[in-house]
């Protein structure tokens, strides 16, 4: 079984930074593809980073240049790092990863989100 646990979630001012990340644990042989996602209230689920295996990253419009996505395959953990952040960044993040398993079963697993509520 694989668990996958997002932290890093909090209050913080307009302009400030966070940085969450996305723990994947259990019976993993190779985490391949990361994403992070968040979704506001009363809005549907938005990609906002993600990694692939190489390490190449690919981050949406809306936080370009704010948000960078990493991997850290020896501690099979991903980071989202969250600067000049902005009152419509309030969301709940998840993290979605692409798992091979011992088995070599893969399968996609979503944590259980992480709350970021950005003040003006």
């Known amino acids: 079984q694989v668990q996958v646990a997002e932290s890093g979630g909090g209050l913080v001012q307009a302009g400030g930074s966070l940085r969450l990340s996305c723990a994947a644990s259990?019976?993993?042989?190779?985490?391949?593809?990361v994403g992070w996602y968040r979704q506001a209230p009363g809005r549907m689920r938005e990609l906002v980073a993600a990694v692939n295996r190489g390490g190449s990253t690919n981050v949406a419009d809306s936080v370009k240049g704010r948000f960078s996505i990493s991997r850290d395959d020896a501690k099979n953990t991903v980071y989202l790092q969250m600067n000049s952040l902005k009152p419509e960044d309030t969301a709940v993040y998840y993290c979605n990863a692409d798992v091979t398993t011992i088995a070599r079963v893969m399968s996609a697993y979503w944590g259980q989100g992480t709350q970021v509520t950005v003040s003006s």
């Open positions: 259990g019976s993993i042989f190779r985490i391949n593809a």
